[in-house]
T-cell receptor
Framework: DQQVKQNSPSLSVQEGRISILNCDYT??????FLWYKKYPAEGPTFLIS?????DKNEDGRFTVFLNKSAKHLSLHIVPSQPGDSAVYFC???????????????FGQGTILTVHP | DGGITQSPKYLFRKEGQNVTLSCEQN?????MYWYRQDPGQGLRLIYY???????QKGDIAEGYSVSREKKESFPLTVTSAQKNPTAFYLC????????????FGPGTRLLVL
């Protein structure tokens, strides 16, 4: 049962344009969402997060949008740069009352390629 | 430099053999985690530990064992009971108050001979 899904295995974008990575979830108990970025042969690194009490969180070129009614979140990268080429994972947790114990459920990942 | 180290980078296992993957962190984090990544799949949680001498099973704990004798160390043993051990294994750690923001090591790729 895949509770967090990234339906696009890959995305190709031209440098300077917007990259939009999508993620859907089925568990309505999830209330905290994160995006991680992973380069080949390295561990993932935290990128940005959003709590369910918000619908948008911005950090420089990265913005995450959350649509709770649709159980959908997206990561926007503007402008995209070749160094952004990596695998992007979305993750979700149930953090009500701070009792998630860090248990994250990850999506399958989307490979982003930004062409110069 | 603070961080998480995993060793070895590549590990080969023979049939019926137990192997242990090392994970060490000097971030002074209380919580540590082990994940498995298979091609085309996301990371799946094997075991996690919130504090020394305590750990819990994750979603796919069968065929694995862990110990947490020191705050800095969280080794994972892949036992012979794990029938499909070939995967990329990632260790992570986090602070007590922000456990979802996890810091990952570089990973160990386990291959079966």
């Amino acid at each position: 049962d895949q509770q967090v899904k990234q339906n696009s295995p890959s995305l190709s974008v031209q440098e300077g344009r917007i990259s939009i990575l999508n993620c859907d979830y089925t568990n309505s108990m999830f209330d905290y969402f994160l995006w991680y970025k992973k380069y080949p042969a390295e561990g993932p690194t935290f990128l940005i997060s959003i709590s369910s009490i918000k619908d948008k969180n911005e950090d420089g070129r990265f913005t995450v949008f959350l649509n709770k009614s649709a159980k959908h979140l997206s990561l926007h990268i503007v402008p995209s740069q070749p160094g952004d080429s990596a695998v992007y994972f979305c993750a979700a947790s149930r953090n009500a009352g701070g009792t998630s114990y860090g248990k994250l459920t990850f999506g399958q990942g989307t490979i982003l390629t930004v062409h110069p | 430099d603070g961080g998480i180290t995993q060793s070895p980078k590549y590990l080969f296992r023979k049939e019926g053999q137990n192997v242990t993957l090392s994970c060490e962190q000097n971030l002074n984090h209380d919580a540590m985690y082990w994940y498995r990544q298979d091609p085309g799949q996301g990371l799946r949680l094997i075991y996690y530990s919130q504090i020394v001498n305590d750990f819990q099973k994750g979603d796919i704990a069968e065929g694995y064992s862990v110990s947490r004798e020191k705050k800095e160390s969280f080794p994972l043993t892949v036992t012979s009971a794990q029938k499909n051990p070939t995967a990329f294994y990632l260790c992570a750690s986090s602070m007590g108050r922000d456990q979802e923001t996890q810091y990952f090591g570089p990973g160990t790729r386990l291959l079966v001979l």
